[in-house]
């Protein structure tokens, strides 16, 4: 069965009936069988990361690579192999590590991926004081609009 299917029928089991009704059948039961629609590959990478925190169908990233690229914001892949030091470029990713080292002061380190590949940030501490509560708690990081 497919998986929506079957996340309704799991979600079925917890319709059992307790001590005054035992023994008569669930409402779940009794209901009119009707076809539920396939869940598209968005949906059920959603609910991987959901269940399990990933997915063997696709990268989250994958989905908003048309947005990114109208945002100017280069894959992972294309900034570790093409930019140059010191070049200011957008990179968007899920977070994979987060690192803030006593010894680095309010410097933040982290590691990011998209559907390509990963890049390593460091974040200094002007950046941090503006986004701190953004940047520690964030599952996945992305350029704003501006060209900054």
């Given amino acids: 069965m497919h998986r929506r299917k079957a996340l309704w029928e799991v979600s079925a089991l ?4 307790v ?7 669930s409402e779940s ?9 396939l869940m ?5 990478v959603v609910q991987d ?22 945002l100017n914001t280069k894959s992972c892949h ?9 070049q200011l470029v957008k990179v968007a990713g899920l977070v994979l590590v987060r690192q803030q ?9 982290i590691t990011i991926e998209d559907e390509i ?18 940047i520690l708690h964030s599952i996945i990081l992305q350029p704003q609009k501006s060209d900054a």
């Fill in 14 to 17: 917890q319709d059992m009936p």
């Fill in 19 to 25: 001590e005054l009704f035992k023994g008569q059948a």
């Fill in 29 to 37: 039961k009794l209901e009119t069988q009707m076809e539920l629609p």
């Fill in 40 to 44: 598209s590959k968005g949906e059920q």
């Fill in 49 to 70: 990361y959901a269940t399990v925190g990933l997915s063997l169908k696709a990268h989250p990233v994958s989905f908003v690579r048309p947005q990114l690229d109208m």
């Fill in 78 to 86: 294309t900034i570790n192999n093409d930019a140059t030091n010191g």
């Fill in 101 to 109: 080292p006593g010894t680095a002061g309010r410097v933040c380190f």
């Fill in 117 to 134: 590949g990963y890049s390593n940030l460091v974040v200094f501490e002007k950046l941090f004081e503006t986004y701190g509560k953004e």
